[in-house]
């Protein structure tokens, strides 16, 4: 059998060494959540230190009362450093607050006696319970470390409730110690063991969250959504990595028609708005046939993949008509807006997106220049006619 001082020894430096890990990225980033796991592991390695001085001084207020406190302290704080992230319907903190008070109260009753263990055992199993419903309704990009967490949780949980199931064997007397000292020194070991699972993987979970939020900002655009240049660029080049070299990808670039004079007569806040509505077109047509992006002021970009020039105009058309068809309303005003868009398209196997891209821009000038409000496929002024919306 394993040794156990050893493996508490063990448990208890390393949550240490955790705590003292959580505290210091505490003091970096003054997230309260890492304040709580800090604690949670202080109280789990104080709950240790307190059993392992059983052996030496007899003060069960101390080893025993406290100990308990401590055990189900650990969890409770992993749940309150949980409840910001999670989407789980809120709770009110105060009468959590009000049951911890009172389980206290109780075990001050019992503590002396075999239930204070069993009282423990049952709250902790709850609270893990609790822990892993909050994880579940936790959005997470690191999906594997996740549904690890909820197992450490869920089994914690059942742990924590075949420890009541043994200690009421126990001590009703119905078994004798010595056949119940593995299983308890079992459910011992892996009590340690997913105490500390749980405090290497949490700040796992957390790091992987708040990089891909950072990602998320970096590369998307706050009024609209929408991808900003980067985030464009990026996925254009991932997804050109991929596509047949002999398939053709298209580029459309759209600019909304006379937009200072929106600015300059219902003031930049519409303007704004105008920015969203447009937006909103795009993205409803385009949501599953490309890559929308704004990549400037009152500029966007749609990136088809395998479509050629031909079915790109016929869909920037689309979107020039939806955008034409109702006016734009805020404020008890009614807008009337219109894009132009410029379209290239090129082979992948010749792909240069930088090329692309300007193709697509001096059509984009080209349809401005010459009447707004329609979509431009070809460099040559002259292939140009006068109709709105003329498709060249
Ligand atoms: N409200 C708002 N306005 C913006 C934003 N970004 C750029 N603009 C405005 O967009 C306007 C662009 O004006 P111009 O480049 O002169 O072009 P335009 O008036 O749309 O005329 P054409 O492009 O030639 O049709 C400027 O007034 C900018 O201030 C934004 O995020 N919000």
Same mark, same amino acid.
């Given at each position: 059998m394993l040794h156990l001082p050893t493996l508490i020894s063990l448990c208890f430096i390393l949550n240490l060494f955790i705590a003292v890990f959580f505290f210091s990225v505490y003091r970096y980033?003054?997230?309260?959540?890492?304040?709580?796991?800090?604690?949670?592991?202080?109280?789990?390695?104080?709950?240790?230190?307190?059993?392992g001085l059983r052996d030496f001084i007899e003060f069960p207020l101390l080893t025993h009362f406290f100990a308990y406190v401590f055990i189900i302290l650990s969890p409770l704080l992993v749940i309150l450093g949980l409840i910001p992230q999670s989407q789980a319907p809120a709770i009110k903190l105060t009468p959590l607050y009000y049951a911890c008070a009172m389980c206290c109260t109780l075990l001050l009753a019992v503590y002396l006696i075999d239930a204070g263990q069993i009282i423990t055992s049952i709250i902790t199993a709850v609270l893990f319970s609790y822990a892993a419903y909050l994880m579940i309704k936790t959005p997470s990009v690191a999906v594997v470390q996740q549904r690890l967490l909820v197992a450490c949780f869920t089994i914690h949980s059942v742990v924590m409730l075949l420890q009541v199931v043994l200690l009421v064997l126990l001590y009703s007397s119905q078994i004798s110690q010595a056949s119940l000292a593995f299983g308890l020194q079992l459910l011992l070991v892996t009590h340690l063991f997913l105490t500390t699972a749980t405090a290497l993987i949490l700040p796992f979970i957390k790091f992987a969250n708040a990089e891909s939020r950072l990602i998320n900002l970096a590369n998307h655009d706050p009024l609209t959504q929408l991808l900003n240049r980067r985030g464009f660029f990026r996925l254009c080049k991932k997804i050109t990595k991929t596509a047949?070299? %002999? @398939?053709?990808?298209?580029?459309?670039?759209?600019? &909304?028609?006379?937009?200072?004079?929106?600015?300059?007569?219902?003031?930049h806040e519409t303007g704004d708005e105008a920015i969203k509505w447009i937006a909103q077109h795009i993205n409803e047509l385009f949501f599953e046939l490309g890559v929308t992006a704004r990549i400037g002021g009152e500029e966007f970009a749609i990136f088809l993949?395998?479509?050629?020039?031909?079915?790109?105009?016929?869909?920037?058309?689309?979107?020039?008509?939806?955008?034409?068809?109702?006016?734009?309303?805020?404020n008890? %005003? @009614?807008?009337?807006?219109?894009?132009?868009?410029? &379209?290239?398209?090129?082979?992948v196997r010749e792909l240069n997106m930088q090329a692309l891209l300007l193709q697509a821009d001096k059509r984009l000038y080209l349809a401005k220049e010459t009447g707004r409000n329609k979509v431009v496929t070809h460099d040559e002024k002259s292939l140009l006619t006068k109709a709105p919306t003329a498709i060249i």
């Open positions: 980033k003054k997230q309260p959540c890492y304040l709580f796991f800090a604690t949670a592991c202080c109280s789990f390695i104080t709950a240790i230190a307190l059993i047949p070299l %002999n @398939s053709r990808v298209s580029l459309i670039m759209l600019d &909304i028609d006379l937009f200072k004079q929106v600015n300059d007569q219902y003031g993949n395998q479509q050629n020039l031909a079915q790109a105009r016929l869909l920037a058309q689309k979107l020039c008509s939806s955008i034409n068809e109702y006016p734009f309303y805020f008890g %005003n @009614s807008i009337a807006l219109s894009v132009s868009a410029g &379209i290239s398209s090129m082979l």
